[in-house]
């Protein structure tokens, strides 16, 4: 198939979340199994210091495009480069994407993101022409690329050259929705509004949604876990949207991210100090005891610390200190837990509440936890090869990746069963040895520390903690089989395409 995927953020190029994680890998694993997959996105200040740092990467200069903005051309210039084993295309226009920042900075977001945004779809679309190049189905992910659908089903209803063009939108968190003054509408130059700013299209509570857009617009939709698929249908989950989803949930699919086994693997990972494998966990050990001497974690030895209380299980966190990541009950039952023979990990930044609140609890025990802010590519590694446990106590979650992660490190999830979390964790049972972590519902501080304490106790059963661990390095979660199925929606988006054209030809 011919793939165009379209996104604000891939890594290498351009990173600030896990968006740019899901869309710099999977395009080149669809690319090895054959498909003929490119890639655009803007070109940000980021983009321009990384090619700047990688000169190898010969970036091709192609004509420059006109953009229609409020009725005014806005030029472009469309940069091409070859990446691994796919084409990569960079939207470049300074006055809109050569800033420090992708969306917003500490004091907020940027205010013409609509613009920039709206700019950047039509530019996509623009570009495609110039190249001659019509992808059976462009991949569009979150709001920032959800204008594309509403061009192709309006201003370019009627031009032969894209009328074959599927769209598929992947929602990776529908908490994040671009949502603009009603006044924007005038960017969508060649659009009537009237046609567009009606309930059952892009108006929300008297404002423009570019999420709506790409979900009423788009061939079809999906999200990151089966779970999350269904739970943003409800109106807890979906902050304004679930109708429009329920209506459109016979088009509605969740399929699970992969995580990329190249990078996360413990036989292989540079970042960390001994490798290891399922058949070979007592370097897993080593990890653990060096981690914990280097933050001065107590070993559970009264002697130098170059032994390991095998009865004390280091439990790990890495992520952002949220409400959303689950800090808000984790918080509840901090004194409760570190009263436990444990040791705990975090690593991560988030809202200053929990940044005061960890500070404080880590003078406090300061022998069993270690706090540490920011985020540490190199820390997270060895967090994942060391720690026995993974907590992710999300209020919800989309798919996550940090249970991915530590599943493949042979480190046992605490998970919420929420979203991607659901999906991907079962709670281990010692009878039947199925189950490859620990899990729990209710959203409270007494359910999770019920979970961390049935977790605590297995690990004191080390064959029943082995086939735990067994279990969940045992799972793919590559991106590989994820790739498939996206593969089996990209078909499924052209066959709606085409059922639809034959309907409006008839």
Same mark, same amino acid.
């Given at each position: 198939?011919?793939?165009?995927?379209?996104?604000?953020? *891939?890594?290498?190029?351009?990173?600030?979340?896990?968006? *740019?994680?899901?869309?710099?890998?999977?395009?080149?694993?669809?690319?090895?199994?054959?498909?003929?997959?490119?890639?655009?996105?803007?070109?940000?200040?980021?983009?321009?210091?990384?090619?700047?740092?990688?000169?190898?990467?010969?970036?091709?200069?192609?004509?420059?495009?006109?953009?229609?903005?409020?009725?005014?051309?806005?030029?472009?210039?469309?940069?091409?480069?070859?990446?691994?084993?796919?084409?990569?295309?960079?939207?470049?226009?300074?006055?809109?994407?050569?800033?420090?920042?992708?969306?917003?900075?500490?004091?907020?977001?940027?205010?013409?993101?609509?613009?920039?945004?709206?700019?950047?779809?039509?530019?996509?679309?623009?570009?495609?022409?110039?190249?001659?190049?019509?992808?059976?189905?462009?991949? =569009?992910?979150?709001?920032?690329?959800?204008?594309?659908?509403?061009?192709?089903?309006?201003?370019?209803?009627?031009?032969?050259?894209?009328?074959? /063009?599927?769209?598929?939108?992947?929602?990776?968190?529908?908490?994040?929705?671009?949502?603009? &003054?009603?006044?924007?509408?005038?960017?969508?130059?060649?659009?009537?509004?009237?046609?567009?700013?009606?309930?059952?299209?892009?108006?929300?509570?008297?404002?423009?949604?570019?999420?709506?857009?790409?979900?009423?617009?788009?061939?079809?939709? &999906?999200?990151?876990?089966?779970?999350?698929?269904?739970? /943003?249908?409800?109106?807890?989950?979906?902050?304004?949207?679930?109708?429009?989803?329920?209506?459109?949930?016979?088009?509605?699919?969740?399929?699970?991210?992969?995580?990329?086994?190249?990078?996360?693997?413990?036989?292989?990972?540079?970042?960390?100090?001994?490798?290891?494998?399922?058949?070979?966990?007592?370097?897993?050990?080593? &990890?653990?005891?060096?981690?914990?001497?280097?933050?001065?974690?107590?070993?559970?030895?009264?002697?130098?610390?170059?032994?390991?209380?095998?009865?004390?299980? =280091?439990?790990?966190?890495?992520?952002?200190?949220?409400?959303?990541?689950? =800090?808000?009950?984790?918080?509840?039952?901090?004194?409760?837990?570190?009263?436990?023979?444990?040791?705990?990990?975090?690593?991560?930044?988030?809202?200053?509440?929990?940044?005061?609140? =960890?500070?404080?609890?880590?003078?406090?025990?300061?022998?069993?936890?270690?706090?540490?802010?920011?985020? &540490?590519?190199?820390?997270?590694?060895?967090?994942?090869?060391?720690?026995?446990?993974?907590?992710?106590?999300?209020?919800?979650?989309?798919?996550?990746?940090?249970?991915? /992660?530590?599943?493949?490190?042979?480190?046992?999830?605490?998970?919420?069963?929420?979203?991607?979390?659901?999906?991907?964790?079962?709670?281990?049972?010692?009878?039947?040895?199925?189950?490859?972590?620990?899990?729990?519902?209710?959203?409270?501080?007494?359910?999770?520390?019920? *979970?961390?304490?049935?977790?605590?106790?297995?690990?004191?059963?080390?064959?029943?903690?082995?086939?735990?661990?067994?279990?969940?390095?045992?799972?793919?979660?590559?991106?590989?089989?994820?790739?498939?199925?996206?593969?089996?929606?990209?078909?499924?988006?052209?066959?709606?395409?085409?059922?639809?054209?034959?309907?409006?030809?008839?």
């Amino acid at each position: 198939m011919k793939i165009l995927v379209a996104t604000s953020e *891939a890594v290498p190029f351009a990173k600030t979340g896990g968006l *740019a994680d899901v869309t710099g890998a999977l395009p080149l694993v669809l690319s090895e199994k054959g498909h003929d997959v490119r890639l655009v996105l803007p070109e940000y200040t980021m983009t321009k210091k990384w090619l700047d740092s990688n000169p190898q990467f010969a970036v091709q200069r192609i004509n420059g495009i006109d953009v229609p903005i409020k009725g005014i051309p806005i030029k472009c210039i469309v940069q091409e480069l070859k990446h691994k084993n796919i084409t990569v295309y960079l939207i470049k226009n300074d006055d809109y994407f050569l800033r420090d920042e992708l969306y917003s900075t500490k004091s907020g977001d940027y205010e013409d993101n609509a613009e920039r945004f709206i700019f950047f779809s039509r530019a996509v679309l623009k570009m495609l022409r110039l190249k001659d190049w019509s992808p059976d189905v462009i991949h =569009l992910n979150d709001w920032q690329t959800s204008p594309i659908p509403l061009f192709l089903k309006t201003v370019y209803k009627d031009d032969p050259f894209y009328s074959s /063009i599927a769209t598929i939108l992947t929602v990776h968190n529908l908490g994040y929705q671009g949502v603009f &003054n009603s006044s924007e509408l005038e960017l969508f130059s060649g659009v009537n509004p009237a046609e567009i700013f009606t309930m059952d299209r892009i108006e929300f509570y008297g404002k423009i949604n570019l999420l709506k857009s790409g979900i009423v617009y788009a061939d079809i939709v &999906n999200t990151v876990s089966p779970k999350y698929a269904q739970e /943003i249908q409800i109106p807890e989950c979906g902050y304004g949207l679930d109708g429009v989803l329920r209506q459109r949930s016979h088009e509605l699919y969740g399929i699970i991210n992969g995580i990329d086994y190249d990078t996360w693997n413990p036989s292989t990972d540079r970042e960390i100090l001994h490798h290891y494998n399922l058949e070979c966990l007592e370097n897993k050990r080593l &990890n653990k005891l060096n981690l914990m001497n280097y933050f001065q974690l107590e070993t559970g030895t009264k002697s130098p610390k170059i032994e390991l209380d095998e009865k004390i299980p =280091l439990i790990g966190l890495v992520g952002r200190l949220a409400a959303q990541k689950g =800090l808000d009950i984790l918080a509840e039952v901090f004194e409760s837990l570190l009263s436990m023979d444990i040791r705990l990990i975090l690593l991560g930044s988030g809202e200053e509440k929990y940044h005061r609140l =960890l500070q404080k609890i880590a003078r406090k025990y300061r022998d069993k936890i270690s706090v540490n802010f920011g985020y &540490n590519e190199e820390l997270a590694h060895r967090i994942y090869a060391s720690s026995d446990m993974f907590l992710m106590p999300s209020h919800y979650e989309p798919c996550g990746l940090g249970q991915l /992660i530590s599943l493949r490190y042979g480190t046992v999830p605490i998970v919420r069963e929420t979203g991607g979390l659901a999906d991907t964790i079962e709670e281990f049972d010692p009878l039947s040895g199925i189950g490859n972590g620990f899990t729990f519902t209710e959203y409270s501080g007494k359910a999770l520390l019920q *979970a961390i304490k049935r977790a605590c106790y297995i690990y004191q059963h080390k064959t029943d903690w082995q086939r735990c661990i067994s279990n969940g390095m045992n799972q793919d979660y590559s991106w590989s089989n994820s790739a498939i199925e996206y593969v089996k929606l990209y078909r499924r988006a052209v066959a709606s395409k085409v059922r639809s054209s034959g309907i409006q030809k008839l």
